[in-house]
């Protein structure tokens, strides 16, 4: 059964410190999403690839977080200085682009940031 | 700006009836939508999805129904079972500006013995 990892699974931080957050999408995904759920926000969409090309991450903090895909097999998610206000779950999706399947979500980065 | 509004955070079904699940949109471009599954400290799972194409899609126990002109869809769970409990999310997505998928805020499923 083909998974999308993230890791770590669970990071507790303390405020201003680096936070790297990492996904492996499922081999031969062309779309991958970053999502933060929060208790008052639901699902918000941070930014999102396709052929590892970024196309839109206007929903992230410019200032402090930032997202890449070095290669196929990775995408990471930073936050630089971490502030409490991040303190959320980050999950990490792939799929093909409108796939039968949907988007496979990976099982989420609980941070903490006190 | 909520462009997916699911308007009933709870639902509450007693096992082997009918659970109708709500979702209304805004963005008249948005032309995918999807239902996904959650479980505590789990990623969401991927359900069903629908093309503005159809107005219906099945798949088991679950039916989409899509009604374009009222922007809303809706997913029946028919018959609900115990092993449904869990927070269901509708998404959408327009393919003119990239696909990227909106989420709903959700709506908890409860099915009752």
């Known amino acids: 059964d083909a998974r999308v990892t993230q890791t770590p699974r669970d990071k507790v931080t303390e405020m201003g410190q680096e936070v790297t957050m990492r996904c492996q999408p499922i081999l031969g995904h062309n779309t991958v999403f970053w999502y933060r759920q929060t208790m008052m926000q639901g699902l918000e969409l941070l930014a999102y690839f396709r052929n590892r090309a970024p196309l839109d991450d206007s929903g992230m903090p410019k200032d402090r977080f930032s997202a890449e895909m070095p290669d196929a097999t990775l995408a990471t998610l930073k936050i630089q200085p971490s502030e409490p206000r991040d303190s959320a779950v980050y999950f990490c999706?792939?799929?093909?682009?409108?796939?039968?399947?949907?988007?496979?979500f990976g099982s989420g980065t609980r941070l903490t940031v006190v | 700006d909520q462009q997916v509004k699911q308007n009933s955070p709870s639902l509450s079904v007693q096992e082997g009836r009918i659970s109708i699940l709500n979702c209304d949109y805004t963005?008249?471009?948005?032309?995918?939508f999807l239902w996904y599954k959650k479980y505590p400290a789990e990623g969401p799972t991927f359900l069903i999805s629908?093309?503005?194409?159809?107005d219906k899609n099945e798949d088991g126990r679950f039916t989409v129904f899509l009604n374009k002109s009222a922007k809303h869809l809706s997913l029946h769970i028919v018959p609900s079972q115990p092993g449904d409990s869990a927070v269901y999310f509708c998404?959408?997505?327009?393919?003119?500006?990239?696909?990227?998928?909106?989420f709903g805020t959700g709506t908890r499923l409860a099915v009752r013995p």
């Open positions: 998404a959408a997505s327009a393919g003119s500006s990239g696909d990227k998928l909106t």
């Open positions: 963005n008249s471009m948005f032309d995918y």
């Open positions: 999706a792939s799929g093909l682009f409108r796939g039968p399947y949907g988007y496979t």
């Open positions: 629908i093309s503005s194409i159809k």
